[in-house]
C-alpha cells in the first residue's frame, strides 16, 4: 500500500501513527497516512522564522518563475510520492479512488491548479492590485506616485484543508509567490494534491523547507492555527465557527452561492437555466461557489419544474467515464444522513422536491457499493421554508420566489451572487452589499472563477500590511 | 514461562480468597461491601474461590464513587488508620473519589523497584510538574522521591480550570496557563542542582522541551504519565526530547494505581506496553459488546480493571479505555496492555489529555 510521510519542512518523515484511507468504491484500504504528533508540529514550528528568513532572500521574479515551472511538473510530471513515484495519470486516479470524483473532475480542478501557478504573476497582480512586486522584495518603494512600504506579517500561513475538491489548492498557492513558508493539514481523503503541488515546487527549484504538511487529527489543526501568525481553514460550520472571531484566520465555511433573477430579465428565464444549472451541478456540487439557491420574483416553480428535468439527465456513471458528472460520497454513511436530513427538511409544509417529479428517481442511488446524491430542486413557497437557504455536498439548489426589494439583505452571507439584471438601481443595491463576496453582473457561471480577481479575503492582504515610510538617506523610487 | 504463569495465577487466586475475605467478614470489611453482602442473597466468602469466581459481582459501576458518604469505603479493619480522600483528573462536577490508607504508598514502593538507579539516583531530588490538589499522584510521587532518599518540589496544576478553559474556547488562555505551569518548574530546574528525576505528563514534558534541554539542566529519569499516550509520542520523546534521558512511561489512575512499562524493543515498534501491579489489581482486555469475555492476545477489546486491595475493592469495572491484549513477558508473567488509548465505542466527548 502507499504512505504517505509527514514532511517536516520538506523532509520526509514516517510516523509509527498512521491513518488509512479508503477507496470509495471497495472500502479497502488505498493509502496509509502519517500522522503528526501535536508536539513534533510545535517542535518544528521553532525553526520556522529562519525558513521565513531564507524565503525573503528570493525576489519575487525568482518564486513567480519557480510557480511557473512547478505548473509544469504538477500538470505532468512523475513525482516523488513517500517511497515510491507518482505519474500525474496516477495521481488523477489516486484522488478519484479516496474522494470519489470521477476522473474528468479531478482534471478540471488539476488543470485549474495548473493554471494559477503558471499565471502566478497574473494571480498576484489581482492580489496586489498591480503592485511592483519588487517593492517587497526592498521593503518599500514607490507606487502610483506614492510611497509606499510593506511588511509580511507572519513567518508562515498555516491551511487546515479539506477534502471535497483539489480545486481548492489553488488558494494557498500564491502564499508560496509572497515569500511565505506554507504549513498545510491535508484533508483525510484527499491528501494528494497538496503533496503532489509540493514536490512540483521541490523540483522546479523552490526551498523544501518552505513547505510543511502534516497529516494530523482536530488537537493538530488547532495547533497549526494557533501557532501560525497566518492561516486559512475550511470547513463546515461546527468546524470553523471557532476561528471566526480570529483575524489571524481567513475562514472558508459554506458559500451558500446564489443565482438571482432580477424584474427586468424574469420573464426571459428560459436563457439562462444552462447557467444555473451548471453553477449548481458542475464540478458535483461540491464547491463554495456552487451555487445552492436560486432566488427570483415571479416563475420560481416553472424555473424549479425546468432546472429539475435538466439536471435528473445527470446519472451514476463509472468513475473514468468521461461523461460522468455526479461522484458517489466517499462516506456513504454520510450520503444517508444527508438524505435523511433534507427528507427532514421536506417534511415541513411548503416545499416540494421537484426532482423527485422530474425523472431522477429517488435522490439516494447506491450503485456497485457507492452512494450518490442526485441533483436535488426544491421548490420553496416562502424564504422562510428551513429547507431555502441550505447548502449539501452535492447539486442541491432551492429555488425562492421572493420580492426585489426585499433582496439583497434576504439572501443572508453569499459567497458567489450571479445578478442577472440590467436594473441599475437593483445593481447598485447589490453593490453595496456587505455579505456578497463575488458579484457577477449577467448569465456568468457562479462557479467560473477568475483568478486575478480573490474573493472570501484577499491573501495578499492576509499576508502583508502597509506601513508609513519616509526616508532622508535616498529618494524611495530609486 | 507456562510454570511462571501458572504459579500466579495459584497466588492470585489465593489472593482473591484473602481479599474478599477481609472486605466481606463484619469485623473488617467497609460498610459498602457488607450491605451489598446482606442484600445479594449469597456470600462471597463462601463463593469466591478463585479470580474467575469474581465475575459474580459483575460490573462495578464507578458512579458509586461519586459524592458520599465516604465512609462507606473505609474498612472497619483499617478505620484507625489516618485516611486520604482522592479524586479523580480533571473531571468537573462531583467528583469521583477512592479513600485510602497506605495503599498509595505501597503501589509506589512497588513500582519504585522497577526503575533504574542510574537513571533515578537514590539520594537525588525530583520535581513533580503534574496535577495537584486531591489527586493521589501529587502525594505518590513525593512518597517516591522519599522512599528513594530524595525531595519532591512540587507546582500547582488544576486540570479543572484546563478543562473549563478548553470547553470556553478560550484556547490562548490555557496556553497561557501551561506556560505558568511550565516556567514554575524550568525556574525550580534551574535553582535546584540536585533535581535529576521527574514526574510530569506528556503534554508538560513537550513543553518543557520546547524550552530547554532537561539534560543539560540535569534531569536523568522522567517518570511521564497521567494521560494518554500514543507509539508515536514515545518515539518522539525518546528521539527527538529528551536527548538520551531515561523515559519511564505509566499507565494509572486513582482507581488502580500505577501500571509500570515493559523496557521497549525493536519489534514493539515503539508500542507502550504496562503490566499492572498485580495481584493488587488486574487489568483485562474484553470484547467491548460482551465484556465477560477476554479477547485473544494481540486483539483490541476494552480495559476491566479489577482492584484487590485491602483498602479497596473494585472487581470488573470497565474502564474509559480501550487497546491491544498483550502476553505475559519474562518480567511479568501476567497479562498486560498495549496502546492504552480512550475508548473509541463509548462516543462520548471526552476532554482527555488536557495537562
Redesign the interface.
Known sequence: MRHLPVLRQGRPYYSVDRARAVHHRTKEPFVEISQANVGLIRRDFLQLEDVAGMMAGFTSEELVKLCAKAAEHFAGDTLPLGEGTQSADEYVEATSATTGLPHNMVRRNQAKIQGVLANMAGVLRGLTRNLDLAILDRGYGEAAGAVVSYFRRTDSLGVVLPSNSPGVHSLWAPAFALKTPLVLKPGGQEPWTPYRMIQAFIKAGAPPEAFSYYPTDHAGAGEILRRCGRGMVFGDVSTTKVWARDPRVEVHGPGWSKVVIGEDMIDRWPEFIDVIAASIAENSGRSCVNASGVWVPRHGRAIAQALAEKLAKIQPRAADDPEAAIAPFADANVARRMNQMIDGLLSEQGATDVSAEAGRGERLAEREGCAYLLPTIVWCESPAHPAANKEFLFPYASVVETPIPTMPEILGPTLVLTAITEDKKFQQRLLAAQHIGRLNFGPIKTIQIVWDQPHEGNLFDHLYARRAFQSALEPVGA | MQERVTAHKSALDAHVREIVEWHFNPETGCPFWLDFAAKAGWDPRKEIHCYEDLDKFGFFEDEKLRGGPVRQWVPKGLAHLPTYIFETGGSTGVPKSRVQMNDFRTDYEMFSHTLPDEAFPKGADWLMVGPSGPRRLRLAVEHLAQYRGGICFMIDLDPRWVVKLLKW?E??MA?RYKQHVVDQALTLLKAHDNIQCMFTT??LL?AM??KVNLRKLGIKGIFCGGTEM????????VE??LDGIYFAPTYGNTLMGLATHKAPTKED??AIIYYPPTPRAVLEVVEPDNPTKVVPYGATGRVRLTTLTKETFVPRFLERDECEREAPCDQYPWDGVRNVRPFQKLGTNVVVGVY
Open positions: 474556547g484556547f490562548d496556553e506528556p503534554k513537550e522541551c520546547e500514543t507509539p508515536q509520542f514515545h518515539r518522539f520523546a527527538e526530547m515498534n515503539w
